[in-house]
């Protein structure tokens, strides 16, 4: 059975459309959403930026083990702060060693030569070599 309202329209005729959505409504309260999250937002970090000064002027931090410690460096060994300094250093030290005269122990008569005098001198005399059964 069909409505009685329906009987009377012409079979080419749409159906009834409900009234138009209302975009400009929609986008008026999508925008005050994005404004009120922002002021939300911007409230609440105000808040925490407060609460973070109030805090620090509160409490102090104070380190009983740092006081006068200021100079001191922990054990050995350390982490290297500057590697290639440490590297041009040590062999600037080991070079001093092995191209340079000093005493290792002036009483005994003891003496550092440079490598290259020691290798001549090693050439020239020859290394020893043990007495053993042919």
Partial sequence: MAHPRHSAMP????PVQPDEVNIRAILGFGAGLIVSAIAIHLMVWLLFQYFSGREAARFAPVYPLAIGGADRQPPEPRLQTNPRDDLRAL????????????????????????????????AQRGLPARQGKP
Avoid: C, F, Q, S
């Fill in 11 to 14: 079979p080419d005729t749409p």
């Fill in 91 to 122: 062999r600037e030290h080991e070079d001093e060693l092995l191209n340079n005269y000093r005493w290792v122990d002036k009483p005994a008569g003891i003496v550092r030569i440079p490598i290259d005098e020691a290798m001549k001198i090693t």
